[in-house]
DNA sequence: TATATTTGACCATC
DNA sequence: GATGGTCAAATATA
């Protein structure tokens, strides 16, 4: 659905208010979810009390109800079914399993890390999607970044992430990401699997400041659970969290061929990664 | 000092 | 043998 945009709407108005709606969508489809579950009432509550936060954000904004955007429509589920285990748990003992097939003869019967090394699925079985980005935002997930590869006949390296909470909660979610194009930029990130985890660090007070280069100020924007407020700040966009909340990606792509400030761009990762693509500007 | 990132090595798969 | 996903020691950062 395309967003007719108002003529004097500044880019970074616009990115704030597509930011609220990517996150009134995905509240809303978390809610229809809900919906079709015995959940408790409060769960719901708090769908419809989030839902209605950022209706209201974007009424402030002066953004109509029916501007909303369908935010997923170009994730591609490209799992590969031919593959054996289909199922992500068992393909993780798929994986390891194979490995324990060809390291146990020279190793003892308990896991040893050390001698797992590089020990996977190459023919990946888990569930996959994959999304192009103009820019790298987040996905509200807590990632830590684990690699890093220069990759055959690609210009950029590819960047691996892992859950955080891979060993505390021992979710198997991870992503790459991957700068494909240099100008315009465009950047592929690639789910693996789904998060099993809670992030129990995640705060429920998050601050948007964003401003375009063009202008000279930005707005802040402060949700918490009661309150909304939306005050003038710095020339800068960036998100802002409390101490915790997640994970920064710091400067990885400092080896990259080229820096185009990737650096606050991995910043900015963290949170939301969803495709711009799927946003069309009249601008 | 704790935590996160970098980077070379390892190794399964192709 | 080439490739690419992961590990973990070394290093950086808060």
Request: proline fraction near 4%; charged fraction near 25%.
């Amino acid at each position: 659905m395309e967003v007719s945009w108002p003529e004097n709407l500044s880019t970074s108005r616009k990115m704030v208010i597509r930011e609220l709606m990517v996150g009134r969508e995905l509240a809303k489809q978390l809610q229809s979810v809900l919906a079709n579950t015995d959940g408790s009432g409060s769960e719901k509550y708090l769908v419809m009390k989030i839902v209605k936060s950022l209706s209201d954000t974007l009424f402030i904004l002066n953004v109509k109800e029916g501007d909303e955007v369908s935010v997923f429509s170009q994730i591609q589920a490209v799992s590969s079914l031919d593959s054996p285990c289909l199922d992500t748990g068992k393909s993780e003992e798929y994986s390891q399993e194979n490995c324990k097939s060809t390291t146990t003869t020279t190793t003892t019967t308990l896991p040893n890390k050390k001698n797992r090394r590089g020990c996977y699925d190459r023919r990946r079985t888990l569930q996959t999607w994959k999304r192009d980005s103009p820019t790298l935002i987040n996905d509200g997930q807590a990632w830590r970044k684990y690699g890093q590869k220069m990759i055959h006949n690609a210009k950029y390296p590819r960047h691996y992430f892992r859950c955080s909470y891979k060993y505390d909660q021992g979710c198997k979610a991870t992503k790459l990401v991957q700068r494909i194009q240099a100008n315009p930029p465009l950047y592929r990130t690639t789910y693996l699997g789904h998060h099993t985890c809670k992030d129990l660090h995640k705060h429920p007070e998050l601050i948007l400041d964003c401003s375009g280069p063009e202008e000279d100020t930005s707005m802040f924007i402060s949700f918490d659970n009661t309150n909304l407020s939306i005050k003038q700040e710095q020339p800068f966009c960036h998100l802002e969290s409390p101490p915790g909340l997640m994970t920064m990606l710091s400067s990885t792509l400092e080896s990259d061929h080229d820096h185009d400030n990737e650096d606050e761009i991995y910043g900015l990762m963290e949170f939301v990664d969803f495709n711009l693509d799927d946003f069309q500007f009249a601008s």
